[in-house]
């Protein structure tokens, strides 16, 4: 499956952004999707993941209570909505599909200044 995600760019503290992950190749449904983070300084970080019905999420500590991860199957999209920003979110963010195997988007760039 190839991933594609968009929606990353730059904005104040406290503001809000949406990111997206297309996929395309394989039967989407099957996939658990995922959201990760990473910096130069850090390792890739779990943001948050989303059950192949969408009806079970989970989320990485960091963000809980300001993030939501969703996704519409029949677009082939995951979504993070992403509020109440900080600087400390401010990494390239990576989305995942997991079945059988992982793959990997290509990242989008968030950058949160104070």
């Known amino acids: 499956v190839q991933l594609q995600a968009s929606g990353g760019g730059s904005v104040q503290a406290g503001g809000s952004l949406r990111l997206s992950c297309v996929a395309s190749g394989r039967t989407y449904t099957n996939f658990v999707m995922a959201w990760f983070r990473q910096t130069p300084e850090k390792e890739r970080q779990f943001v948050a993941a989303?059950?192949?019905?969408?009806?079970?999420?989970y989320y990485g500590d960091a963000v809980k209570g300001r993030f939501t991860i969703s996704r519409d199957n029949a677009k082939s999209t995951v979504y993070l909505q992403m509020d109440s920003l900080k600087p400390e979110d401010t990494a390239v963010y990576y989305c995942?599909?997991?079945?059988?195997?992982?793959?990997w988007g290509q990242g989008t760039l968030v950058t949160v200044s104070s």
């Open positions: 995942r599909g997991s079945y059988q195997r992982d793959y």
């Open positions: 989303i059950s192949q019905s969408g009806a079970t999420s």
